[in-house]
């Protein structure tokens, strides 16, 4: 009796160091995979009626070890910090929401962003300020497919233009009274056409403003005020042309610009019945060319008063400096890139840069309570806990990476020790069961 149940529990040994082997074959395929995790096998043993010991197995997948990232020449490929998985679906699943790790995504024909395994990845979209589109973001009822067919930017007309670095000459044995300098701006108009702004620099007397006497000095020092660093020394009239636009007052015969004696702006606008003003009045083009155009108001910064961060006057050379401005011609998609935070920021083919959507990682109270509903995806159970929605960085998740993939938490040399341990085992357990099967005869004979 006692033989007999011996070679049950060897048959039951044997086969469950058979289950076993085949773990460690999986464990050996997933050693190779994107993202790939180990299983670890349980061989437990247990009495029944009596002191009869029998076998059984179980199996542990440990979700929640991380693999090493790994450097990829694909640029949306990403890795995701902490043990979070993102959200993911396939047409094939009835578009039914999943969770992996495996980030491979790149876009297919139709432009949407899939992985090495067929899914989708999921996102947020957002404005160009970041913000998200969508009211809620820690529920999963507000995710996109990530799909960039057809993106394009309109035109943005030039709004602002700030120059910094311009250097009039204030010797006046350099530049005389009637001294012109000139420098070209482009500035986009509303339809995308680019605009070449003339900047004209007319060095002017500036004792004889406003028909022989300095209004802004006479009102500055009939108002109290020290002489000094408030006191105007020079001044430089600034007209604005464009071939075949119409430019408004005071640009279209020129503003004035008074200069202190360290050579900073002091006021702007100063001609005329004026003391001026500190900052420069905004340039109005009426019409463009062509007349399809709207017309543009612009602003200018030509630099704080009393301070060299835009247009001074001083030393005996002529720089024309540089210049900033907003707007944009029209654009095509060209390529998106995922930043640390989880935004997609797509580039355009006029170099703009805007965001465009923002990837969530959802994290779980118990990763290895999850289960395995597709290949390398996973949705929650009542052991894992349901998901709570974060964006990079928050909640506890770590940053995404960009160019990498994340490699497999399997030793593959751990596995095949395993492995070999466990053939032994099998191979003792048969041994077992042959020489039962053995003594069983040899009492039959008897």
Request: charged letters at 10%; aromatic letters at 8%; glycine letters at 14%.
């Amino acid at each position: 009796m006692t033989s007999g149940l011996s070679f049950g529990t060897a048959l039951l040994g044997a086969r469950a160091y058979s289950e076993s082997f085949g773990a460690h074959t999986q464990n050996l395929a997933a050693a190779g995979a994107v993202a790939g995790r180990p299983d670890e096998n349980f061989i437990n043993a247990f009495e029944l009626n009596g002191g009869v010991k029998g076998v059984d197995t179980s199996t542990l997948r440990h979700l929640d070890q991380i693999g090493l990232p790994v450097q990829s020449s694909v640029s949306t490929h990403f890795t995701v910090g902490g043990t979070g998985y993102v959200p993911v679906n396939n047409a094939s699943s009835g578009g039914n929401l999943g969770y992996t790790r495996n980030c491979t995504f790149a876009p297919d024909g139709d432009l949407n962003f899939v992985n090495g395994l067929g899914e989708n990845l999921q996102v947020f979209l957002v404005n160009a300020d970041g913000s998200p589109k969508v009211s809620d973001v820690t529920s999963t009822a507000g995710l996109s497919t990530l799909n960039v067919k057809g993106l394009a930017l309109s035109a943005v007309a030039t709004t602002n233009v700030s120059l910094a670095g311009v250097q009039l000459p204030a010797d006046l044995a350099a530049a005389p009274v009637g001294t012109v300098k000139t420098s070209s701006v482009p500035v986009i108009d509303s339809t995308g056409n680019i605009r070449n702004l003339t900047f004209t620099w007319t060095r002017v007397d500036q004792t004889a403003i406003g028909g022989g006497a300095d209004v802004f000095n006479a009102a500055h020092t009939a108002a109290g005020g020290a002489v000094g660093d408030a006191i105007s020394t020079q001044a430089w009239d600034l007209t604005i042309s464009s071939t075949g636009a119409a430019i408004a007052a005071p640009y279209l015969a020129g503003s004035r610009i008074e200069f202190n004696s360290k050579g900073n702006p002091i006021h702007f606008n100063t001609q005329g019945a004026t003391t001026g003003s500190t900052t420069p009045i905004p340039l109005s083009v009426t019409t463009w060319p062509g007349g399809t155009a709207a017309a543009s108001a612009i602003t200018l910064d030509l630099g704080a008063v009393g301070t060299n961060t835009g247009v001074v006057s001083a030393g005996n050379t002529y720089s024309a400096g540089s210049s900033t401005k907003d707007g944009s011609q029209p654009g095509q998609y060209q390529s998106i890139s995922f930043g640390p935070d989880g935004y997609g920021t797509v580039t355009y083919s006029n170099n703009a840069q805007v965001k465009y959507c923002r990837v969530p990682v959802a994290i779980f109270n118990n990763t290895n309570g999850l289960s395995e509903v597709r290949t390398g995806v996973f949705t929650p159970t009542a052991t894992s806990g349901g998901y709570q929605l974060f964006f990079p960085g928050a909640g506890g998740t770590g940053s995404l990476s960009a160019g990498t993939y994340e490699g497999s938490a399997v030793d593959s040399t751990q596995v095949y020790v395993q492995m070999i341990q466990d053939q032994q085992r099998f191979v003792g357990n048969l041994k077992a069961i042959e020489t039962i099967h053995q003594m069983l005869d040899r009492l039959g004979q008897v």
